[in-house]
């Protein structure tokens, strides 16, 4: 089993002797000192069950560049380790670094025109573009195809390094609360908006059964007031005129009969 994992400056000299075992470009150490010292997190190896050191890839960021790019210094595996993916997760984990850490736009990388195994790693696999063609890159004049992938889609903003091991963890931390204080502060004011409206009906309502009691209670009072104008008047009993007359008409008649005796 074979894992992919951040180099140290203790596996420098392991690296260095892959490079020599499968490459016609070689380095001295202090290139490999300049590198881990300037873009430790750029530099990756990939270790056996045995602990030994079977490929690695060597990248940093281009200083002179206006643009924020990346480069792939050297890349190797060794043979008996050829055919596994190693070379792909070992690039893979170097660009990963570059988008995350230092924000890079894109990535470049150089291979000989020859070496085209290589040349279908980095198109077919990796998808990289031929940028251009340098004549007589190499020691041994051969050309070299300057390839470039672009980082950018993938890449949501561009993030500084920090030193103290913090990088993107800590803007996605600041992201996330401020997302949940404005869907908090959404709910509150949907809350409040709901108790208004039930607070507004209620009181519609009471106000709508106020005026149908006043408008039922004028309506009693004025078909009362209309029944005690319409009732008629009540009669005098006959008997009772008839008895007032009689009473009359006798009495008339006594008081004639004492004057005269």
């Known amino acids: 089993m074979v894992c992919i994992r951040q180099a140290t400056v203790d596996d420098l000299l392991a690296m260095q002797s892959c490079n020599l075992m499968c490459l016609p470009e070689n380095y001295?150490?202090?290139?490999?000192?300049?590198?881990?010292?300037?873009?430790?997190?750029l530099l990756y190896v990939a270790e056996d069950y045995n602990k030994k050191i079977v490929g690695y890839v060597l990248a940093k960021m281009e200083e002179e560049s206006t643009e924020c790019r990346g480069h792939i210094t050297s890349l190797a595996v060794s043979r008996t380790h050829r055919k596994l993916?190693?070379?792909?997760?070992?690039m893979t984990?170097?660009?990963?670094?570059?988008?995350?850490?230092?924000?890079?736009?894109?990535?470049?990388?150089?291979?000989?025109?020859?070496?085209r195994a290589a040349f279908h790693l980095y198109t077919e696999t990796l998808g990289y573009k031929i940028n251009d063609i340098e004549a007589k890159y190499y020691a041994d004049s051969e050309d070299a195809y300057d390839m470039r992938k672009n980082l950018k889609p993938a890449a949501e903003k561009p993030k500084k390094e920090l030193k103290g091991g913090k990088g993107a963890s800590d803007d996605k931390a600041a992201a996330s609360k401020e997302d949940a204080a404005k869907e908090k502060a959404e709910a509150s004011a949907t809350s409040e908006d709901a108790a208004k409206g039930k607070n507004g009906a209620e009181a519609a309502s009471r106000k709508d059964e106020s005026k149908a009691g006043e408008k039922k209670?004028?309506?009693?009072?004025?078909?009362?007031?209309?029944?005690?104008?319409?009732?008629?008047a009540t009669p005098v009993k006959e008997k009772e005129k008839g008895g007032s007359r009689g009473g009359g008409k006798g009495g008339s008649g006594r008081r004639r009969k004492g004057g005269k005796g």
């Open 28 to 41: 001295q150490m202090k290139y490999y000192l300049y590198h881990i010292l300037s873009w430790p997190q």
């Open 93 to 115: 984990a170097a660009q990963h670094a570059m988008q995350e850490v230092f924000g890079a736009e894109y990535v470049s990388l150089h291979v000989r025109k020859s070496n």
């Open 217 to 232: 209670e004028e309506g009693g009072a004025e078909k009362a007031c209309e029944e005690k104008v319409a009732a008629p």
């Open 85 to 90: 993916g190693l070379a792909t997760k070992l």
